[in-house]
């Protein structure tokens, strides 16, 4: 297992374009979450989901993201009728809960350019 | 809220010298602090955490709460710990929503 995947590692697009990533977590970890990075800035979180139930949303997710691990195992994001706003590093993660010790494992981003 | 303020976007150092990089936040409960490292090219990885009470890479962190701190230190710098560093809390015993720092980038000087 190499770890947390994340396709595409970049996706340039047009304002108002949808655009949708994806996150493969490592294989029995149970847990996987969703972070945005914009320049100088540390993560911001997004959403997480235990399995397949998506149990905690930020209000960073605005209507147009949408977050989907429909068989509890890879997951993907998507982002209607994207803004400049958007650009961003969106980087996945996850974990395996062991009475909440658990550690998150992130993966390599991917790097959204909205023109 | 809480929040994580890393007051330092830069800070250098000599290698052997000792470095400190500083961590305060804010949180109403009682929280799990953690230290994640990114060296260049490479993801971001989780380099210790209070709970573990451990040492890595020579790297310790004590968290204070009468501070409000979790400043990471370490004796003696080598180049090799040049990298972005980032202080990150989530509630104890909770590791779901991890609140990051804005992050430090180290540089350690031959």
């Known amino acids: 297992d190499t770890g947390v995947s994340q396709n595409p590692r970049h996706k340039i697009t047009k304002r108002g374009q949808n655009v949708t990533f994806r996150c493969d977590p490592i294989s029995e970890h149970n847990r996987l979450y969703w972070y945005r990075q914009t320049l100088g800035q540390g993560p911001e979180f997004l959403t997480y989901f235990q399995n397949e139930a998506q149990l905690e949303k930020s209000r960073l997710l605005s209507d147009r993201f949408s977050a989907e691990r429909p068989k509890g195992s890879f997951s993907t994001l998507e982002i209607q009728r994207t803004e400049q706003g958007d650009s961003a590093m969106y980087l996945c993660?996850?974990?395996?809960?062991?009475?909440?010790?658990?550690?998150?494992?992130f993966g390599p981003g991917t790097r959204l350019t909205v023109l | 809220a809480q929040r994580v303020t890393q007051p330092e976007k830069l800070l250098s150092v000599f290698k052997g010298a000792p470095v400190e990089l500083k961590c305060n936040y804010s949180y109403s409960g009682s929280p799990e602090l953690f230290w994640y490292v990114q060296y260049s090219r490479q993801r971001l990885q989780l380099l210790l955490r209070?709970?573990s009470r451990e040492s890595i890479k020579g790297f310790t962190a004590d968290l204070n709460k009468g501070e409000t701190s979790f400043h990471l230190k370490k004796p003696f710098a080598q180049e090799e710990d040049s990298a972005m560093y980032y202080c990150a809390l989530s509630p104890l015993g909770s590791a779901r929503q991890l609140t990051f720092g804005s992050g430090t980038q180290l540089t350690v000087l031959p």
């Open positions: 209070h709970i």
């Open positions: 993660a996850s974990s395996l809960d062991r009475d909440g010790a658990d550690t998150q494992y």
